[in-house]
Protein backbone atom coordinates (compact mmCIF):
# COMPACT_ATOMS: atom_id res chain seq x y z
CA UNK A 1 0.00 0.00 0.00
CA UNK A 2 1.58 3.05 -0.94
CA UNK A 3 0.49 6.38 0.88
CA UNK A 4 1.79 9.80 1.29
CA UNK A 5 2.40 11.53 4.27
CA UNK A 6 -0.98 13.46 5.62
CA UNK A 7 -1.32 16.89 8.49
CA UNK A 8 -5.16 16.33 7.77
CA UNK A 9 -6.99 16.22 11.02
CA UNK A 10 -10.43 14.77 9.14
CA UNK A 11 -11.48 11.09 9.89
CA UNK A 12 -13.43 8.60 8.34
CA UNK A 13 -15.09 5.35 10.64
CA UNK A 14 -15.37 2.47 8.16
CA UNK A 15 -17.15 -0.47 9.96
CA UNK A 16 -15.55 -3.37 8.82
CA UNK A 17 -17.65 -6.49 7.74
CA UNK A 18 -14.92 -8.86 6.09
CA UNK A 19 -15.58 -7.98 2.51
CA UNK A 20 -13.56 -7.20 -0.30
CA UNK A 21 -15.50 -3.70 -0.47
CA UNK A 22 -15.07 -2.67 2.87
CA UNK A 23 -10.94 -2.99 2.22
CA UNK A 24 -10.80 -1.52 -1.07
CA UNK A 25 -12.73 1.66 0.61
CA UNK A 26 -10.28 1.80 3.12
CA UNK A 27 -7.52 1.50 0.64
CA UNK A 28 -9.26 4.74 -1.17
CA UNK A 29 -9.89 6.72 2.06
CA UNK A 30 -5.93 5.74 2.70
CA UNK A 31 -4.70 6.94 -0.54
CA UNK A 32 -6.62 10.08 -0.64
CA UNK A 33 -4.87 10.97 2.53
CA UNK A 34 -7.69 11.36 5.03
CA UNK A 35 -7.64 9.50 8.37
CA UNK A 36 -9.34 6.38 8.82
CA UNK A 37 -10.48 4.77 12.06
CA UNK A 38 -11.65 1.26 11.41
CA UNK A 39 -13.81 -0.95 13.82
CA UNK A 40 -15.86 -4.18 13.65
CA UNK A 41 -16.21 -7.43 15.52
CA UNK A 42 -13.79 -9.16 13.95
CA UNK A 43 -10.39 -8.53 14.77
CA UNK A 44 -8.90 -10.43 11.69
CA UNK A 45 -11.10 -7.53 9.27
CA UNK A 46 -8.61 -4.72 11.18
CA UNK A 47 -5.13 -6.25 11.71
CA UNK A 48 -3.95 -6.10 7.94
CA UNK A 49 -4.47 -2.39 8.13
CA UNK A 50 -2.37 -2.04 11.48
CA UNK A 51 0.58 -1.06 9.50
CA UNK A 52 4.01 0.95 9.97
CA UNK A 53 3.05 2.54 6.51
CA UNK A 54 0.12 4.12 7.75
CA UNK A 55 0.23 4.01 11.48
CA UNK A 56 -0.33 8.01 11.48
CA UNK A 57 -3.97 7.62 9.14
CA UNK A 58 -5.13 4.35 10.52
CA UNK A 59 -6.37 3.24 13.90
CA UNK A 60 -8.42 0.07 14.98
CA UNK A 61 -10.37 -1.22 17.51
CA UNK A 62 -12.58 -4.18 17.90
CA UNK A 63 -16.35 -3.42 18.74
CA UNK A 64 -20.05 -4.18 18.39
CA UNK A 65 -21.49 -2.68 15.49
CA UNK A 66 -25.11 -3.36 16.39
CA UNK A 67 -24.51 -1.63 20.49
CA UNK A 68 -24.70 2.14 19.82
CA UNK A 69 -22.87 3.01 23.07
CA UNK A 70 -19.79 0.76 21.62
CA UNK A 71 -19.88 3.12 18.69
CA UNK A 72 -20.31 5.89 21.12
CA UNK A 73 -16.84 5.34 22.44
CA UNK A 74 -15.39 4.45 19.46
CA UNK A 75 -15.84 7.96 17.81
CA UNK A 76 -15.21 9.58 20.54
CA UNK A 77 -11.87 7.80 20.39
CA UNK A 78 -11.14 7.91 17.60
CA UNK A 79 -11.89 11.71 17.41
CA UNK A 80 -9.11 12.20 20.13
CA UNK A 81 -6.28 9.55 18.75
CA UNK A 82 -6.81 10.40 14.21
CA UNK A 83 -9.36 13.34 14.27
CA UNK A 84 -12.79 14.19 14.01
CA UNK A 85 -14.97 11.73 12.23
CA UNK A 86 -16.66 13.31 9.50
CA UNK A 87 -18.17 10.50 7.87
CA UNK A 88 -19.25 6.84 8.60
CA UNK A 89 -19.03 4.00 5.66
CA UNK A 90 -20.70 0.87 7.01
CA UNK A 91 -20.63 -1.15 3.76
CA UNK A 92 -22.33 -4.62 5.67
CA UNK A 93 -25.03 -2.60 7.50
CA UNK A 94 -23.60 -3.95 10.67
CA UNK A 95 -24.65 -0.54 12.45
CA UNK A 96 -27.73 -1.05 14.63
CA UNK A 97 -27.92 2.63 14.97
CA UNK A 98 -27.13 4.67 12.17
CA UNK A 99 -29.23 7.84 13.23
CA UNK A 100 -27.56 7.71 16.77
CA UNK A 101 -24.32 7.46 15.17
CA UNK A 102 -24.59 10.03 12.57
CA UNK A 103 -25.47 12.80 15.22
CA UNK A 104 -21.79 11.98 16.85
CA UNK A 105 -20.24 12.84 13.69
CA UNK A 106 -18.83 16.20 13.24
Known amino acids: MTT ?3 TATD ?12 RAIV ?18 DLVPFVDAAVRHQVWAVVS ?7 IAAVIERASDVVGSVIMIVDP ?3 LSDVHSADRQVA
Do not use: C, K, Y
Open 92 to 94: GGL
Open 64 to 70: DPSDPEQ
Open 27 to 44: HQIVRSGHNVALTGPSPR
Open 11 to 22: TVLVVMDGSSRA
Open 4 to 6: TET
